[in-house]
């Protein structure tokens, strides 16, 4: 029997983050305060995060310890498995060896809870009774609100109101483990009755949700905020995953010539490519790490590297990113993890550096290349995984053209049994093509005010 699994036991579960940012030759700039647009220090993140998690945001420490307890929750579901994907590879008649990390396997489904229970787990530390956040697809939301009743906190959800419509199981899985769910915009903040008045019928976006859960964490010393993706500790948190990838391609004797992952803000992409991109830093090695993003919000591809805010009322400090400015509502694609219009700082300039590579697929080819996958190798992916499939089918394709066989890994972040909307949508002909014009995006830039790099 050929070997299909590739499997560490628990003891293996790496003891530390792996923090990318102590390895870059450029480092990333510092966040600005939007009013003096000086840098700011971490002390003014405080109102809003726990300490713990600031000193994990600026740290220039290379590796950062796990907490035990942390790896102890780890341990319901990880270490993750990695496939080889032999069905995958025989549909696609290539010579390429494909690999993947699958990050389904978690309590809600995706690779968010690598991040989301040490969020909690330092919340608790620091005596915080509330976290607040928002969710697109509805990943994070119940990624936060599985460790929150872990840790006995309340979590209050503000969901992307086209998800909350799609996605109804999604918000009864958060209420399972005891979380409030509010569909954004919300009346119950003043940015959301604002939104609202403005446009009754909007579909909503990430980075509104974003400013409805910060104006409610500012408001309360009790409450604070969390984010699942963008931010550096987030990324921290999930280098967990490309590390157990590491030791599992030794295990196979194998070692990828290209990473590949999806993007929303670069969580799980950072997460598997980060420690192959220590590969090249410390050993020069040369594996091609490609990002995956959707062609209808395509800030790596087509964006601007500038300052932007991470949110759409412009709560956020101003941040050094890819990004199609912080009033763009992308279309309102499947794939809601990926609808955010800015991308996290390192990951950023580590695209402007050029030690990494990005491409856009469009919203019918990544259902195309998850069906393929799904009759290849039985699992259903989340619709934001697909567009990594796309990229790489797209690569299979190459080596299968040029004659070469090449070692493809790519992160299947989440399984899409929640998703079944969207594949349905697909089937029944509903899913269009969507491309954004120059022109649209020329015009969410020019309304930017924030300082150009
Ligand atoms: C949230 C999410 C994403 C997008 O966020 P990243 O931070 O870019 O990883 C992608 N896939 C899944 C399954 C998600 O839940």
Known sequence: MKQRKILLNESEIPDKWYNITADMPNKPLPPLHPGTLQPIGPEALAPLFPMELIK?????????????????????????????????EKALDTPAKIYYKYEGVSPSGSHKPNTAVPQAYYSKQEGIKTITTETGAGQWGSALAFACNHFNINCEVYMVKLSYEHKPYRKTMMNTWGAKVFPSPSDATEIGKKILAENPDTTGSLGIAISEAIERAASDEHTKYALGSVLNHVKLHQT?????????????????????APFGGGSNFAGLAF?????????????????????????LTRGEFRYDFGDTGGMTPLLPMYTLGH??????????????????????QLLRDKFIEAVAHDNLEVFE???????????????EAT???ATVIEEAKKCKEEGVSKTILFNLCGHG?????AYEDYFAGNIQKHELTEAEIKASLAQLNTPTI
Request: with cysteine; hydrophobic share 40%; net charge neutral.
């Open 240 to 260: 967990i995953v490309g590390q157990e990838a590491l030791k599992q391609m030794e295990k196979a004797g194998d070692l990828p010539d290209i990473v590949i």
């Open 369 to 383: 290349a998850g069906v393929i996958f799904a009759k290849a190798e039985g699992i259903i992916p989340a619709p």
């Open 327 to 348: 009033n763009f509502v992308p279309a309102p694609i499947h794939a809601g993890g990926l609808r955010y219009h800015g991308a996290g700082v390192i990951v950023s």
């Open 417 to 421: 049994n929640f998703d079944m909307k």
């Open 387 to 389: 567009h990594g499939i």
């Open 275 to 299: 420690p192959f991109l220590r590969l090249n830093f410390e050993e020069g090695k040369n594996i091609r790490c490609i990002a995956s993003e959707p062609s209808s919000c395509p800030k």
């Open 56 to 88: 994990q945001e600026v740290t220039t420490d290379k590796w950062v310890d796990i907490p035990d307890e942390v790896r102890n929750i780890y341990s319901l579901w990880r270490p993750t498995p990695m496939y080889r994907a032999y069905g995958l």
